[in-house]
């Protein structure tokens, strides 16, 4: 396993997060991506990467993993289409996400692969929960 300590410091008023504390184990049966993506997922549900503060671009977050540029972007936008992240040409790659998103996201997941364990699609899922509401 390989772990990665990247850096947090404040530049002009907002938090830079230039690395996180991401784990990477080669070993693991889950795809490089998907520990990426679930490694900066936690690291915004336990409030150590906030809403505002900014990741590095993938090309560097790629090289200080140890993994490649395609595989951290593919992270990234699993990030971006949670709602978690937001890509904006010149600004760079903003945490938008909140813990509590972060986790209720990550629980929804969870449900999803139990509900397709069970052989129910998403959308059957989705009226289930609109019938719950």
């Known amino acids: 396993m390989s772990m990665s300590s990247l850096q947090v410091h404040r530049n002009e008023g907002t938090m830079n997060i230039t690395m ?12 490089l991506h998907h520990q990426v ?3 900066i997922r936690r690291a915004i549900a336990d409030g150590e990467a906030k809403p505002g503060g900014r ?24 990030l ?5 992240l ?3 040409r010149g600004r760079g790659i903003t945490i938008t996400g909140t813990p509590q998103q972060s986790a ?7 449900l999803l692969t139990y509900a397709r364990s069970q052989g129910y699609k998403p959308d059957e899922v989705i009226q289930i929960i609109e019938n719950l509401g």
């Open 80 to 84: 971006r289409d949670e709602g978690l």
């Open 37 to 39: 993506a679930a490694e």
């Open 20 to 31: 996180l504390d991401v784990k990477i184990d080669r070993h693991d049966p889950a795809e």
């Open 104 to 110: 209720i996201t990550s629980h929804v997941k969870d």
């Open 55 to 78: 990741l590095p671009p993938a090309k560097d977050l790629a090289a200080v993993l140890g993994v490649n540029t395609n595989t951290a972007l593919r992270a990234l936008r699993q």
């Open 86 to 88: 937001e890509f904006r």
